[in-house]
């Protein structure tokens, strides 16, 4: 069983920075693709980073490229989530996920990703 566990979310205010980072346990976390989602108050969760198991290959939702980065170190165990130029739309509780099944390239779609972390909120003041 394979257990995420995010960290970096808070407060900041809009313009600032912030950095996620996800730490899963259980099994090898270089054969995991690793992505990160985000669900705001009342609407539906929505994809916002991916990145392949080599690290090589990223993928963004199309509102968010220039402002965030995805990366991942395997020797740490950790995926990352650099938020830069933050606006209060990127408010939300962002969630961390793995995909075990054995797929190269990162999806957008969450029915692709088998574990799921607890969730971080990320809140963003005017």
């Known amino acids: 069983q394979v257990q995420l566990v995010e960290s970096g979310g808070g407060l900041v205010q809009a313009g600032g920075s912030l950095r996620l980072s996800c730490a899963p346990s259980g099994q090898s976390f270089s054969s995991f693709i690793m992505a990160w989602f985000r669900q705001a108050p009342g609407k539906e969760r929505e994809f916002v980073a991916a990145?392949?198991?080599?690290?090589?290959?990223?993928d963004y939702a199309d509102s968010l490229k220039g402002r965030f980065t995805i990366s991942r170190d395997n020797a740490k165990n950790t995926v990352y989530l650099q938020m830069n130029s933050l606006k209060p739309e990127d408010t939300a509780v962002y969630y961390c996920?793995?995909?075990?099944?054995?797929?190269?390239?990162?999806?957008?779609?969450?029915?692709?990703?088998?574990?799921w972390g607890q969730g971080t909120q990320v809140t963003i003041s005017s």
């Open positions: 990145i392949s198991k080599s690290g090589i290959t990223t």
């Open positions: 996920a793995a995909d075990g099944s054995g797929n190269y390239y990162p999806s957008q779609r969450s029915m692709n990703y088998d574990y």
